[in-house]
């Protein structure tokens, strides 16, 4: 039987520039969790090929895998998976990657979902770029990236269906009071507040670590007449939001003395951990964007006067300042 030409057409190289400032994390290998274990990986679309599935042909995107630099120990457990060689081509019957490939399946699938495909995933290649030097500031990013993750999943599954009202998750939507995660040693809730305004264009979004009860207050204000069209967009939003809030989250369990909350914009946005919060949730939203850090922040700070209440001259020198821990 001839294979017949694929019937969907995907903006490859389009979203191949995405996909070059996004990274991918899972923390378990050959099915079984290690606790510290994270591999970081990023995606590059080759193609789209049919194959048989289920005894119908099905139209499948292929994709190469580079795994990235990470943490020494990760690095030693997966390195042994590459035989002396640092790209590994994949066919139908091979397993040495398999647990790899099925999770990056899925991820990817995700990921597409986001550009309306709903499209299987195969992968043709694996290629290990992990003996590249690592910084300790991306070994942090690919350990909360899947965290982010998870916790913007939970949220807008329940905004999809619920524009109002007053949740803590995960107690609302699972059997489990809290979110515990092997890269926080803290046990953590989010007090999740929707509320609907004629007033407001589209959306708002704001967040609020608290220390005292370590719960992330999340709130998302949405104009009633405009469906779920935001939603695409409010899934940026909490990326960068929640990834600034994990890293007060971070910085309260290294013994960070968070000091006195300044009255003043100016010295509020000028702290050191404000600032490296802020770093973190822009270079998040940077990554599912596909967007520059700089205009990241630029937008950022452009839309949300009215949260920051700086002046034109104190937003350059903050967002000097970004540029520079970034």
Same mark, same amino acid.
């Not at 195969?122 to 910084?135: L, P």
């Not at 009071?177 to 959306?203: A, G, K, R």
């Not at 967009?233 to 968070?258: K, P």
């Given at each position: 039987?001839?294979?017949?030409?694929?019937?969907? @057409?995907?903006?490859?190289?389009?979203?191949?520039?995405?996909?070059?400032?996004?990274?991918?994390?899972?923390?378990?290998?050959?099915?079984?969790?290690?606790?510290?274990?994270?591999?970081?990986?990023?995606?590059?679309?080759?193609?789209?090929?049919?194959?048989?599935?289920?005894?119908?042909?099905?139209?499948?995107?292929?994709?190469?895998?580079?795994?990235?630099?990470?943490?020494?120990?990760?690095?030693?457990?997966?390195?042994?998976?590459?035989?002396?060689?640092?790209?590994?081509?994949?066919?139908?019957?091979?397993?040495?990657?398999?647990?790899?490939?099925?999770?990056?399946?899925?991820?990817?699938?995700?990921?597409?979902?986001?550009?309306?495909?709903?499209?299987?995933?195969?992968?043709?290649?694996?290629?290990?770029?992990?003996?590249?030097?690592?910084?300790?500031?991306?070994?942090?990013?690919?350990?909360?990236?899947?965290?982010?993750?998870?916790?913007?999943?939970?949220?807008?599954?329940?905004?999809?269906? @619920?524009?109002?009202?007053?949740?803590?998750?995960?107690?609302?939507?699972?059997?489990?009071?809290?979110?515990?995660?092997?890269?926080?040693?803290?046990?953590?809730?989010?007090?999740?507040?929707?509320?609907?305004?004629?007033?407001?264009?589209?959306?708002?979004?704001?967040?609020?670590?608290?220390?005292?009860?370590?719960?992330?207050?999340?709130?998302?204000?949405?104009?009633?007449?405009?469906?779920?069209?935001?939603?695409?967009?409010?899934?940026?939003?909490?990326?960068?939001?929640?990834?600034?809030?994990?890293?007060?989250?971070?910085?309260?369990?290294?013994?960070?003395?968070?000091?006195?909350?300044?009255?003043?914009?100016?010295?509020?946005?000028?702290?050191?951990?404000?600032?490296?919060?802020?770093?973190?949730?822009?270079?998040?939203?940077?990554?599912?964007?596909?967007?520059?850090?700089?205009?990241?922040?630029?937008?950022?700070?452009?839309?949300?006067?009215?949260?920051?209440?700086?002046?034109?001259? @104190?937003?350059?020198?903050?967002?000097?300042?970004?540029?520079?821990?970034?």
């Amino acid at each position: 039987m001839n294979r017949p030409e694929p019937s969907l @057409q995907i903006p490859i190289e389009r979203i191949n520039k995405f996909l070059e400032n996004h990274t991918f994390t899972i923390s378990e290998i050959i099915g079984i969790p290690i606790t510290d274990l994270n591999i970081v990986f990023k995606i590059q679309l080759t193609g789209v090929e049919t194959y048989i599935s289920t005894g119908d042909w099905t139209d499948y995107v292929e994709y190469t895998i580079f795994v990235q630099p990470t943490d020494e120990r990760s690095k030693n457990i997966y390195n042994a998976m590459f035989p002396n060689k640092d790209v590994v081509e994949l066919n139908t019957t091979d397993t040495g990657f398999n647990r790899l490939t099925y999770l990056s399946n899925d991820l990817l699938s995700d990921f597409l979902k986001y550009f309306g495909y709903n499209i299987k995933c195969m992968c043709k290649k694996v290629v290990n770029e992990m003996d590249k030097v690592i910084e300790e500031s991306f070994i942090f990013e690919g350990k909360m990236d899947s965290v982010v993750r998870k916790l913007v999943s939970d949220i807008i599954n329940l905004v999809r269906v @619920q524009k109002d009202g007053e949740f803590e998750l995960p107690g609302d939507i699972s059997d489990d009071i809290v979110y515990e995660f092997t890269n926080f040693d803290t046990p953590f809730s989010i007090d999740l507040n929707l509320v609907q305004d004629e007033n407001i264009e589209t959306f708002d979004v704001d967040g609020e670590f608290s220390r005292d009860d370590d719960t992330i207050s999340i709130t998302i204000i949405s104009n009633p007449n405009i469906g779920n069209t935001f939603l695409y967009d409010l899934t940026a939003e909490l990326n960068e939001v929640l990834a600034h809030e994990l890293t007060h989250i971070r910085q309260h369990e290294e013994g960070y003395e968070f000091p006195e909350e300044p009255k003043k914009p100016k010295k509020y946005y000028s702290q050191e951990h404000e600032l490296e919060a802020q770093v973190r949730g822009f270079i998040r939203k940077a990554k599912v964007t596909g967007k520059s850090f700089d205009d990241v922040v630029k937008d950022w700070f452009e839309k949300n006067e009215h949260k920051h209440r700086l002046k034109p001259k @104190q937003v350059e020198k903050i967002i000097e300042k970004l540029k520079k821990l970034r």
